[in-house]
């Protein structure tokens, strides 16, 4: 089970993700979203990564797997 922070950045992403009606979020769009650093983002990024729950690409940003979106929706709902 993620824990809250994981839990909050997927849903961040979900959300940011439908509403630009793009694949990939930017660092400083969740950043934004969620009123942290960049540099926190970056790091949680790399943990929802190993995890297997986002796909990351340095420089232009992240989107959700088939299980980080079933996380998110789940918490959504």
Known sequence: MPSA???????????????????????????DRLGVARASVTAM???LHERGLITH????????????RQIAIEMIR
């Open 5 to 31: 922070a994981l839990e909050d950045y997927l849903k961040a992403i979900y959300k940011l993700a439908e509403q630009s009606e793009a694949e990939s979020v930017s660092t400083s769009a969740i950043a």
């Open 45 to 47: 990024l790399k943990k």
């Open 57 to 68: 690409t340095p420089y232009y940003g992240a989107s959700l797997t088939a299980q980080g």
